[in-house]
């Protein structure tokens, strides 16, 4: 009798212990679908309070360049989308309206399923059955907390895309240091544009991403790429060892890379960038030990591309903007030499790849035929501190030795650059003009600015 009844006592265990794994499961299958219904209220309502509209930082594919699309969405499932670029929109400005929908499967998905050219162009398979295999469906990942920026992963290739408010009243400048407001769409395309283009001149040389021992050349920024060479690389292997990130460089200055570089040996991980608090270089900010550096003053005097322009600007008062006083006379002797073969000038520094050799030159232009160039040869170096002697070889070019005869003070204002300097990036992050001070007179200094003549 007591082992019938202690059969029937664990039987009855089971079952109520069955019952209470049933109940738990089904509560919990209902706070689960609870909390997804929730945030899926939470994110429409998030996405639709933007009255004008999100940037979505979208990338294709890891290894092509990133493509700032706008979304404007409506909570009555109406999405419109702008884009400027060479692969949805033919290189033009354009807007197209479609459908959008927050979805629950598993997770939460937002996609876009009516066809927009727009965004869906980057999914088509083209011509080769692969095409740019972007994604047009996203899974939600993360919102911050001021509701400012939501995350989303790409649900067939997982590249993070980032949706930011739309920057409505942003200010940036553009490579001529003009600064501008963003108060369209469309003026926000061309905003990214100038800024990327005046951040990464495509005349500098290659930027360095250091991270502990490990060193990478980094290029192709202004063309919306990261490419990364280790330092280490040769001719042999350098092809098997380089590496691609598709980037987009926002108003800020930020980068945003479309996926993490963690270099050869996974010992660092590096997906955004943003400019130092002191302007000396891009702090990666997923690994405050990593450092992208600008170009030293040693590898910016020794392009072979481009050159470095003194341009004799004045100010209003009659001074000259980017010439000390110690040269002031002799730039206006230059100047007035120059008018009289009906000429302006300029001077600067640069490579002479005829000859194989780097020179101050004199620079004539008429009118606005293409400039002449006569070079004055000469021995610079540079010590790390940014201590410079800039010395003649007494060698000159054809045209050099021509204009010094037949304009006057074509060649005394050259001559006086020579001496000792101190050679500083006024703003080391984008390193496009340098200047020069004397170490012997304060007011014998010249500012050059890179220029492609």
Same mark, same amino acid.
């Given at each position: 009798?007591?082992?019938?009844?202690?059969?029937?006592?664990?039987? +009855?265990?089971?079952?109520?212990?069955?019952?209470?794994?049933?109940?738990?499961?089904?509560?919990?299958?209902?706070?689960?679908?609870?909390?997804?219904?929730?945030?899926?209220?939470?994110?429409?309502?998030?996405?639709? @309070?933007?009255?004008?509209?999100?940037?979505?930082?979208? *990338?294709?594919?890891?290894?092509?360049?990133?493509?700032?699309?706008?979304?404007?969405?409506?909570?009555?499932?109406?999405?419109?989308?702008? %884009?400027?670029? +060479?692969?949805?929109?033919?290189?033009?400005?354009?807007?197209?309206?479609?459908?959008?929908?927050?979805?629950?499967?598993?997770?939460?998905?937002?996609?876009?399923?009516?066809?927009?050219?727009?965004?869906?162009?980057?999914? =088509?398979? %083209?011509?080769?059955?692969?095409?740019?295999?972007?994604?047009?469906? *996203?899974?939600?990942?993360?919102?911050?907390?001021?509701?400012?920026?939501?995350?989303?992963?790409?649900?067939?290739?997982?590249?993070?895309?980032?949706?930011?408010?739309?920057?409505?009243?942003?200010?940036?400048?553009?490579?001529?240091?003009?600064?501008?407001?963003?108060?369209?769409?469309? $003026?926000?395309?061309?905003?990214?544009?100038?800024?990327?283009?005046?951040?990464?001149?495509?005349?500098?040389?290659?930027?360095?991403?250091?991270? %502990?021992? !490990?060193?990478? +050349?980094?290029?192709?920024?202004?063309?919306?790429?990261?490419?990364?060479?280790?330092?280490?690389?040769?001719?042999?292997?350098?092809?098997?060892?380089?590496?691609?990130?598709?980037?987009?460089?926002?108003?800020?200055?930020?980068?945003?890379?479309?996926?993490? *570089?963690?270099? !050869?040996?996974?010992?660092?991980?590096?997906?955004?960038?943003?400019?130092?608090? =002191?302007?000396?270089?891009?702090?990666?900010?997923? =690994?405050?030990?990593?450092?992208?550096?600008?170009?030293?003053?040693?590898?910016?005097?020794?392009?072979?591309?481009?050159?470095?322009?003194?341009?004799?600007?004045?100010?209003?008062? %009659?001074?000259?903007?980017?010439?000390?006083?110690?040269?002031?006379?002799?730039?206006?002797?230059?100047?007035?030499?120059?008018?009289?073969?009906?000429?302006?000038?300029?001077?600067?520094?640069?490579?002479?790849?005829?000859?194989?050799?780097?020179?101050?030159?004199?620079?004539?232009?008429?009118?606005?035929?293409?400039?002449?160039?006569?070079?004055?040869?000469?021995?610079?170096?540079?010590?790390? $501190?940014?201590?410079?002697?800039?010395?003649?070889?007494?060698?000159?070019?054809?045209?050099?030795? +021509?204009?010094?005869? @037949?304009?006057?003070? *074509?060649?005394?204002?050259?001559?006086?650059?020579?001496?000792?300097?101190?050679?500083?990036?006024?703003?080391?992050?984008?390193?496009?003009?340098?200047?020069?001070?004397?170490?012997? =007179?304060?007011?014998?200094?010249?500012?050059?600015?890179?220029? $492609?003549?």
């Amino acid at each position: 009798m007591k082992k019938t009844f202690a059969y029937i006592l664990c039987a +009855s265990f089971l079952f109520s212990l069955n019952s209470c794994f049933k109940e738990d499961d089904e509560i919990f299958s209902e706070s689960a679908a609870q909390r997804l219904n929730a945030l899926s209220e939470n994110v429409s309502k998030v996405l639709c @309070s933007s009255e004008d509209g999100w940037v979505m930082q979208y *990338f294709a594919s890891e290894v092509e360049q990133g493509y700032p699309l706008i979304a404007q969405f409506e909570s009555n499932g109406a999405v419109t989308l702008a %884009g400027k670029n +060479s692969v949805s929109t033919g290189g033009k400005y354009k807007e197209e309206s479609s459908v959008y929908e927050l979805i629950q499967d598993q997770s939460l998905v937002l996609t876009f399923d009516t066809y927009n050219s727009i965004l869906h162009t980057f999914s =088509d398979p %083209g011509s080769d059955g692969m095409g740019h295999e972007g994604d047009y469906e *996203f899974q939600y990942m993360r919102m911050s907390e001021n509701q400012d920026t939501i995350i989303f992963s790409g649900k067939k290739y997982g590249l993070s895309i980032r949706f930011v408010r739309f920057p409505k009243g942003a200010t940036y400048k553009d490579d001529a240091d003009v600064e501008h407001t963003v108060d369209t769409w469309e $003026s926000y395309f061309d905003a990214i544009a100038a800024n990327t283009k005046r951040l990464f001149n495509s005349l500098l040389p290659d930027y360095h991403l250091v991270a %502990g021992s !490990e060193e990478y +050349s980094v290029s192709e920024m202004g063309n919306g790429l990261m490419v990364f060479v280790p330092a280490d690389a040769t001719e042999a292997d350098i092809d098997s060892r380089t590496y691609y990130r598709g980037i987009i460089v926002n108003l800020d200055g930020s980068i945003a890379l479309s996926s993490a *570089f963690t270099g !050869e040996n996974d010992t660092f991980s590096v997906k955004n960038f943003a400019i130092a608090d =002191d302007n000396s270089c891009f702090q990666c900010l997923d =690994d405050a030990n990593v450092k992208l550096l600008p170009p030293s003053v040693n590898e910016l005097l020794n392009m072979q591309s481009g050159a470095w322009v003194i341009n004799p600007e004045k100010s209003d008062d %009659g001074s000259f903007v980017n010439i000390g006083s110690s040269l002031s006379a002799l730039m206006n002797a230059a100047i007035d030499g120059a008018a009289t073969v009906s000429r302006t000038i300029s001077y600067g520094y640069a490579y002479d790849s005829k000859n194989k050799k780097y020179g101050v030159i004199g620079i004539l232009k008429k009118g606005s035929n293409k400039p002449t160039k006569g070079y004055f040869y000469t021995d610079l170096t540079i010590a790390a $501190s940014g201590d410079a002697s800039l010395k003649y070889t007494g060698e000159t070019d054809k045209n050099a030795t +021509s204009y010094t005869k @037949s304009v006057p003070g *074509f060649k005394e204002f050259a001559d006086a650059l020579e001496g000792d300097y101190t050679v500083t990036i006024p703003n080391p992050v984008v390193p496009t003009s340098v200047k020069f001070v004397s170490k012997n =007179d304060p007011q014998k200094w010249f500012l050059m600015t890179l220029s $492609s003549l």
